[in-house]
């Protein structure tokens, strides 16, 4: 199968499509570079440099034999969503919109998309389900919100067969692909980052919330467990899989156990052996105090089932790519890019 994927060059289409390509399927990546890095595009995969608003290389590309589009492409920070609401209208609703409108014209009726927890906010009860009301307290969950919605009209007014994932926090690598952002604002990256000396503290964005420790819980999964739900998701959406034509089914994708930034810290400081020095800071907007998922529904109607559920596993993994960075980039060299 050859699959488009939008956003490519980012921390988790990167580590999907390394996975796309050790199963066998072919892999296009397109993405504008804005926040993704043109040396973290698999190596293997066809790459075009090109926003998702750019109709003619996007359309270009799906003619070109795509039968399913895997969209990552988006902005994905909470606080930033709270001071420019107006980037996360724009890159993430419309950029989806010109995206579906281009499936569409192309035949392109398979969709995997990026969704959040984002668009949850703060829970009436705990572990969130997929059918809980979603009241998101960011721009960005409210962006997401409005495309996973998008999304389900158009996979019933135009015979769409289209998953979204409901990704909680994200953490972890493989080899050769993690997590980079320029500016980082991410805990457990921004953790190592002390920890590697690159950073004197870490802030903690609040200490009064009603949690034990009084630090926000999220429940933390592997990149790679995100990966294989990915191509799960991809099988679902094909001819005799579970999400049929005219079907958009949406799932969680988490491990149902909540970590707070404090213990988040101590698993750290324990894989680094390195002290970790923090310093209290006010509440960052937009936070919500709990994010824990249940996944029952993936578990059950795709039987996924995560390999690397522990905590100091993803630690780990996050603290090698650290490490090996700079050799790793090295040696890989940047994919080739093709010209649309
Ligand atoms: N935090 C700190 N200091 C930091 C960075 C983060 O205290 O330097 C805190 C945050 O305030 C929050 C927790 O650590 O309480 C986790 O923050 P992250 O920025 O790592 O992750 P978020 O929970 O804000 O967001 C992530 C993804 C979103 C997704 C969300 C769902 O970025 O796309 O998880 O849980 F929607």
Redesign the pocket.
Known sequence: MKVLVVGGAGYIGSVVSSRLLAAGHEVVVLDDLSSGHHDAVAPGAEFVRASVQDDRAVSTALNDGVGVVMHFAAR???GESVLHPELYWSTNVQGTRALLDAMRRAGTRRLVFSS???TYGEPGSLPIEEDAVPRPTSP??RS?LAVDLMIEDDSLAHGLSAVSLR????AGAIEGAGERHDPE????P??LRVAAGEVEA?????DDYSTPDG??I??YIHVDDLATAHLLALEATGPDGAVGAGRHRVYNLGNGNGFS?RE?LDTARRVTGHPIPTMQ?D??PG?PAI?VASSQRIRAELGWEPRRPGLEEMVTDAWRFVQNRGRERHSRGPAVEKEI
């Open positions: 994905s920070l909470v959040t927890a984002a960005y969950g997401k990704y909680f926090n994200v604002t991410h805990l457990i921004n953790v870490l802030a903690v964005f609040g630090t926000c999220r429940d930034v988040v800071a509440r960052r936070d994010l």
